[in-house]
T-cell receptor, first 112, second 114 residues
Framework: DSGVTQTPKHLITATGQRVTLRCSPR?????VYWYQQSLDQGLQFLIQ???????AKGNILERFSAQQFPDLHSELNLSSLELGDSALYFC???????????FGQGTRLTVV | KNQVEQSPQSLIILEGKNCTLQ??????????LRWYKQDTGRGPVSLTI?????NTKSNGRYTATLDADTKQSSLHITASQLSDSASYIC?????????????FGKGTRLSVIA
C-alpha cells in the first residue's frame, strides 16, 4: 500500500457526461501528479500540483481540469467525456516537487 | 524533445531464468532515473532510483545500471519468478524541466512462465 488513496476505483459513465476523480496523497506529501494510462499505452503525464498551486502541465485536454485543495487532496474533473477518455487514471504524490512519487491504485474510467 | 525509449516491448521467459530490460533516454538536463514495476491494473511501484553519479544499484533480485554518458539504463532480473510478470517502466526526471518533470517510457511487458 503506497499510502495514496484514489476514489472511486471504477467508474462507468456515458459520453458527454462529467466525472470527478479524487486523490488523497500520502501524509506529508505536498505534490500531487495526475496521469492517464490508456489500454496498452504508457503513462501520460497530465498535471502536477504543489501545495495547492499548479506546478507543471502536460498533455491535458481543455475538457479536463484539476485542483489541489488546502487539505492537499486533489480532484481531476473530466467533462464532455468521449469514448477515447476510457483509461486508468493514476494519482501520485511526493514530499516535494522533485522527490520520488508514490502511485495510487488508479481509477478505471469506462465511457460507454 | 525529452524522450524515453524502452526495449524490448515485451518479453517471455521461463521461470528461473535471467533477463535484461533496456532504457534509452534523451532527457536533458538529467536529474535521476527510476525503474517502476506495474502489475496489471495496479499503480506503479518504485524498484530503484539512480542519480547521475550512480552506476549500479540493486534491490534484491533487481539490479539497475546507468551510463549517463550514453544515456542508457538497464534493469537486470535474476532467477525470475512468476510474480515478476508485470510491466517495467523507466522514468527519467529532468532538472528544471518546466512542463514535463517526469518522462515515462512505454514499458516492457514481462511474462514469466513455468
Amino acid at each position: 500500500d503506497s499510502g495514496v488513496t484514489q476514489t472511486p476505483k471504477h467508474l462507468i459513465t456515458a459520453t458527454g457526461q462529467r466525472v470527478t476523480l479524487r486523490c488523497s496523497p500520502r501524509s506529508g506529501d505536498l505534490s500531487v501528479y495526475w496521469y492517464q494510462q490508456s489500454l496498452d499505452q504508457g503513462l501520460q503525464f497530465l498535471i502536477q500540483y504543489y501545495n495547492g498551486e499548479e506546478r507543471a502541465k502536460g498533455n491535458i485536454l481543455e475538457r479536463f481540469s484539476a485542483q489541489q485543495f488546502p487539505d492537499l487532496h486533489s480532484e481531476l474533473n473530466l467533462s464532455s467525456l468521449e469514448l477515447g477518455d476510457s483509461a486508468l487514471y493514476f494519482c501520485a504524490s511526493s514530499v516535494t516537487a522533485v522527490t520520488e512519487a508514490f502511485f495510487g491504485q488508479g481509477t478505471r474510467l469506462t465511457v460507454v | 524533445k525529452n524522450q524515453v525509449e524502452q526495449s524490448p516491448q515485451s518479453l517471455i521467459i521461463l521461470e528461473g531464468k535471467n533477463c535484461t530490460l533496456q532504457c534509452n533516454y534523451t532527457v536533458s538536463p538529467f536529474s535521476n532515473l527510476r525503474w517502476y514495476k506495474q502489475d496489471t491494473g495496479r499503480g506503479p511501484v518504485s524498484l530503484t532510483i539512480m542519480t547521475f553519479s550512480e552506476n549500479t544499484k540493486s534491490n534484491g533480485r533487481y539490479t539497475a545500471t546507468l551510463d549517463a554518458d550514453t544515456k542508457q539504463s538497464s534493469l537486470h532480473i535474476t532467477a525470475s519468478q512468476l510474480s515478476d510478470s508485470a510491466s517495467y517502466i523507466c522514468v527519467v526526471r529532468a532538472r528544471n524541466s518546466g512542463n514535463t518533470p517526469l518522462v515515462f517510457g512505454k514499458g516492457t511487458r514481462l511474462s514469466v512462465i513455468a
